[in-house]
């Protein structure tokens, strides 16, 4: 059983198919699901729980593995971003129009589904020891905040903006050119000149 651990420890996240091939017996892997010794992330998708510390960048890597598609938005891209005071209690990903609703068990998600122009702009990586996290950069994930300003709340979208407007590597033209291409041009300006001047 300590081997299965073990094996899954070294790789954090592994494929039933994976277990089986490295000659561990599925009755063996039930017992530690059981005993919550490992943790199916979605159907078929093992790790071992709360390994390494648990931060949000887990669930995010917990996320990314089963939907390898999605993308960290909106709320959970500003709480990364520390340009919020936010903390959400899902995670919020958005995926192309065209793909399925991603299967996960744990931890809960909010899914949004965009274009192939909203969905490619501005996707950075965060590299891990255990995998890739696709998430969107700050300008992005502030275009994305103004465009779902009802739904989420203006106030803090313009909290956000604040906030990368006070840091010191913001770019106003990267902001801007997201804007435009993304049509919030006319709605995120006034803001930006308020804070600005």
């Not at 793909?99 to 192939?116: H, N, Q, S, T």
């Not at 604040?162 to 049509?183: C, G, I, T, V």
């Not at 006319?186 to 804070?195: G, N, Q, V």
Request: hydrophobic share 35%; aromatic share 12%.
């Amino acid at each position: 059983m300590n081997e299965i651990i073990k094996y899954i420890k070294e790789r954090g996240y592994v494929r039933m198919k994976e277990l089986k091939e490295a000659g561990f017996h599925t009755r063996k892997i039930s017992a530690l699901l059981k005993k919550g010794q490992i943790e199916k992330v979605k159907s078929g998708l093992y790790k071992v729980p709360n390994y390494n510390g648990y931060n949000y960048l887990t669930s995010f890597l917990d996320v990314t593995k089963a939907a390898p598609k999605a993308v960290i938005c909106l709320m959970s891209a500003i709480s990364y971003y520390e340009l919020s005071t936010v903390n959400p209690s899902e995670i919020f990903i958005a995926i192309p129009l065209s793909e399925k609703p991603p299967k996960i068990k744990y931890p809960p998600i909010r899914v949004f589904y965009w274009p192939e122009r909203n969905y490619n702009l501005g996707i950075e990586e965060i590299k891990t020891k255990k995998g890739n996290i696709k998430i969107y950069d700050k300008e992005k994930t502030i275009c994305d905040l103004f465009r779902y300003r009802d739904k989420l709340g203006e106030d803090i979208a313009f909290e956000a903006l604040k906030n990368y407007l006070r840091l010191k590597d913001f770019d106003l033209n990267k902001l801007r050119n997201y804007a435009e291409k993304m049509r919030v041009k006319t709605i995120l300006s006034p803001y930006i000149k308020a804070i600005v001047g």
